[in-house]
């Protein structure tokens, strides 16, 4: 992972999230709705195979069934398997925004609201240990480590009140990323059985306060 213009542009304003693909034009009404839907039940259904048989499930064919769309339907949407899989990466990310939005961390040190933000997205993914376990094999992979580490590492800037008041500094996002790295470390440690969650807890709150003013 690493630190990036990416991540203090997420922190400072939250990412948009699409609703079609780039090359579609933007429309209205009915049909918005249909193409958002569309491609939500897409999604839904390679996290699905992918919480069941990993990455190697998502198979595109398997996935257009699932979702009860055409297989050339669901390229147009999405048209590599690269595409979905940072698709449903946007989409946990997603998930962890909108539970930081109904309880915002509390703790009142920027190391203990930034270890919440991350504690959380580790509960979250390891209720799906075989998708917790496809996500991080194609985090350290793939491109996709890049679209995840740097939305995580906005969110644990935000959290630690970094921002929105003033945009971060190079050397915060450096930190800011240098701990969703060590995040990433302790969540295969959590999926191998190494650490229990208090553990991988202390862990990440003992680097967080060294790295976080």
Request: net charge neutral; proline share 6%; aromatic share 4%.
């Amino acid at each position: 992972m690493r630190a990036s213009r990416a991540v203090a542009d997420a922190a400072v304003s939250k990412p948009e999230r699409r609703t079609g693909t780039d090359d579609q034009p933007v429309v209205s009404g009915s049909r918005v709705r249909s193409q958002h839907q569309r491609r939500r039940r897409i999604v839904q259904a390679a996290a699905a195979l992918a919480s069941r048989g990993g990455v190697e499930a998502m198979q595109m064919r398997t996935v257009a069934e699932r979702a009860g769309v055409a297989l050339g339907t669901l390229y147009r949407y999405f048209p590599s398997k690269m595409d979905l899989i940072v698709a449903v990466v946007s989409e946990e990310i997603d998930l962890l925004e909108s539970s930081i939005e109904r309880r915002p961390p509390s703790s009142p040190s920027p190391a203990g609201r930034a270890t919440d933000v991350l504690m959380r997205a580790a509960r979250g993914l390891m209720r799906e240990p075989e998708l917790a376990d496809a996500l991080l094999r194609s985090l350290i992979t793939s491109e996709v480590g890049m679209t995840f580490s740097d939305r995580l590492a906005a969110l644990v800037l935000r959290a630690a009140g970094i921002v929105p008041d003033s945009e971060p500094t190079p050397e915060q996002v450096a930190i800011a990323d240098a701990l969703a790295s060590f995040w990433v470390h302790e969540l295969l440690e959590l999926l191998r059985g190494n650490r229990t969650y208090d553990e991988a807890q202390q862990r990440i709150e003992a680097v967080a306060a060294r790295l976080l003013p």
